[in-house]
């Protein structure tokens, strides 16, 4: 079991800046691969952003390339999402994912980011 909590979502002018995080308990943080996802009202959820289990490797939807940068603190179980240059587009409910091998894939509760124009 992986439990997650995110933090640092809220009202943001478009054009500014958010940083999310998201902390995980219940298995070895350092094991497994972490991830970003979306959900605007009426949309289906989609995938933002993801990291490996070592930070080596990121890899971001097209929609935010450039802006936003996903990063991980193993000593601390922690991953982060840093979104700069927000646009009305990326109002939506922000989730953090944990892609445990073996595993299905554990969600956090969510956290609103709303960007306005």
């Known amino acids: 079991q992986v439990q997650l909590v995110e933090s640092g979502g809220g009202l943001v002018q478009a054009g500014g800046s958010l940083r999310l995080s998201c902390a995980a308990s219940g298995r070895t943080f350092s094991s497994y691969a972490m991830g970003w996802f979306r959900q605007a009202p009426g949309k289906e959820r989609e995938f933002v952003a993801r990291?490996?289990?070592?930070?080596?490797?990121?890899y971001y939807a097209d929609s935010v390339k450039g802006r936003f940068t996903i990063s991980r603190d193993n000593a601390k179980n922690t991953v982060s999402l840093q979104m700069n240059s927000l646009k009305p587009e990326d109002t939506a409910v922000y989730y953090c994912?944990?892609?445990?091998?073996?595993?299905?894939?554990?969600w956090g509760q969510g956290t609103q980011v709303t960007v306005s124009s």
């Open positions: 994912a944990a892609d445990v091998p073996g595993s299905s894939i554990y």
């Open positions: 990291i490996t289990w070592n930070g080596a490797h990121t």
